[in-house]
């Protein structure tokens, strides 16, 4: 059984650009949440989907946004990008809610410049 | 709201010593307690969980937690440490069904030979 799958690994982006990142979840995974994680800060909530609706969202700005489609791949999408944007931003998915198990990606590095 | 405290950044530990890596959480409703384990450029891996049930949890590669509801504890614990136990070590709460999964700031734990 394939795992969690994030694309693209890594990330070279500049200030002001927009970025879009993936995640396939496992085959039959309805739940995708993602987290952003700093060395400062851990690993914070950004948001959950589930069934191609956002189920829970955590405190970040307007910029962070993202939607699921009908096979359950995710995708989040960063506008206006800042250098405080840089982090590893991880995916993990759940059979039905992510508050019983969750199986992360191996993430994806954005480097802001 | 949820929230956890993990009481140690790093832990240093000899190896075949045993460790504890602590952790409190606070919360108004009843919760699901977690520990993920991170080895370096990797996402995060399930150790054990407590759903409900009994307090002791066993999980994979050793380790244990128990469940402490009047101390609001979920400590991890591991007999006799190996080097490839060398990771950071992530204490999660989640409110229940449908709730979101908070993590705490991770502890490093540093394998001494």
């Known amino acids: 059984k394939a795992g969690v799958t994030q694309t693209p690994r890594y990330l070279i982006k500049t200030r002001g650009q927009q970025v879009t990142l993936s995640c396939s979840p496992i085959s039959g995974h309805r739940s995708v949440s993602w987290y952003q994680q700093t060395p400062g800060q851990g690993l914070q909530f950004l948001f959950e989907y589930f069934s191609e609706t956002q189920r829970n969202k955590g405190n970040f700005p307007g910029r962070f946004s993202g939607r699921q489609f009908s096979n359950s791949r995710s995708e989040m999408n960063v506008s206006t990008l800042e250098l405080g944007d840089s982090a590893l931003y991880l995916c993990?998915?759940?059979?039905?809610?992510?508050?019983?198990?969750?199986?992360f990606g191996q993430g994806t590095r954005l480097t802001v410049v | 709201a949820q929230s956890v405290t993990q009481l140690d950044s790093q832990v240093p530990v000899f190896e075949e010593a045993p460790v504890e890596l602590r952790c409190n959480y606070s919360?108004?409703?009843?919760?699901?307690l977690f520990w993920y384990v991170q080895y370096p450029n990797q996402g995060l891996q399930l150790l054990l969980k407590y759903l409900s049930g009994s307090t002791l949890v066993k999980g994979i590669n050793g380790f244990e937690a128990e469940f402490n509801k009047s101390q609001t504890s979920f400590h991890l614990r591991k007999p006799s440490v190996h080097i490839s136990d060398t990771a950071e070590y992530f204490c999660a709460v989640s409110g229940g069904r449908d709730d979101k999964i908070i993590f705490g700031k991770g502890t490093r734990l540093h394998i001494l030979p």
């Open positions: 993990a998915s759940s059979l039905g809610t992510a508050s019983t198990e969750a199986f």
């Open positions: 919360s108004s409703v009843s919760v699901y």
